[in-house]
T-cell receptor, first 115, second 113 residues
């Protein structure tokens, strides 16, 4: 089955710096790659996603890049703020027909933004 | 607020017991997904239902079962509970299934003593 690896497991940056989290996936049939942010005591919240027909997507301070050949994708957060501190999960979805869907998650990155 | 609700928020029970977790999807969403999040296993997909029928299965134990009712809410039943079942259980929903964004609920924290 699909396997998603995520690095680093923890990341500490100073406010205003950039943060990069990287993921690799194993199944070349995967075609959808969302990123979720999980704050303490809450469920994961989608922050950005990318599909395999696109190489990069940006939403304000957040961007995601995808390299299908290398089977890796990355989350970039610029101008980090204290409220960006959370656990971030990447995920990959294997191409399925019909209504079946299964997300495989990475192990998470705990991002801490220090003042 | 994602629009997905889960009850209860917290649950404390003993080994060998049975519990039921409940999830109400976002209005209009037909698919419901269950995930288990534990410290050593991360977020693990358990099972998906679409419009009342099982659609995809992950690493769900035989002691666990789920169903989706005609009003689209879903229940996850955990029986013969073991200490290792202590975890956060999340429900997510999406409009259809393949290709659709999954929105997560706030989770149920289960502690088995």
């Amino acid at each position: 089955g699909e396997n998603v690896e995520q690095h680093p497991s923890t990341l500490s940056v100073q406010e205003g710096d950039s943060a990069v989290i990287k993921c690799t996936y194993s199944d070349s049939a995967s075609n959808y790659f969302p990123w979720y942010k999980q704050e303490l005591g809450k469920g994961p919240q989608l922050i950005i996603d990318i599909r395999s027909n696109v190489g990069e997507k940006k939403d304000q301070r957040i961007a995601v890049t995808l390299n299908k050949t290398a089977k890796h994708f990355s989350l970039h957060i610029t101008e980090t703020q204290p409220e960006d501190s959370a656990v971030y999960f990447c995920a990959a979805r294997k191409l399925n027909t019909g209504t079946a869907s299964k997300l495989t998650f990475g192990t998470g990155t705990r991002l801490q933004v220090t003042l | 607020d994602s629009g997905v609700t889960q009850t209860p928020k917290h649950l404390i029970t003993a080994t060998g017991q049975r519990v039921t977790l409940r999830c109400s999807p976002r209005s209009g969403d037909l698919s419901v997904y269950w995930y288990q999040q534990s410290l050593d296993q991360g977020l693990q997909f358990l099972i998906q239902y679409y419009n009342g029928e099982e659609r995809a299965k992950g690493n769900i134990l035989e002691r666990f079962s789920a169903q989706q009712f005609p009003d689209l809410h879903s229940e996850l039943n955990l029986s013969s509970l073991e200490l290792g079942d202590s975890a956060l259980y999340f429900c997510a929903s999406s409009v259809v299934g393949s290709g659709e964004t999954q929105y997560f609920g706030p989770g149920t924290r289960l502690l088995v003593l």
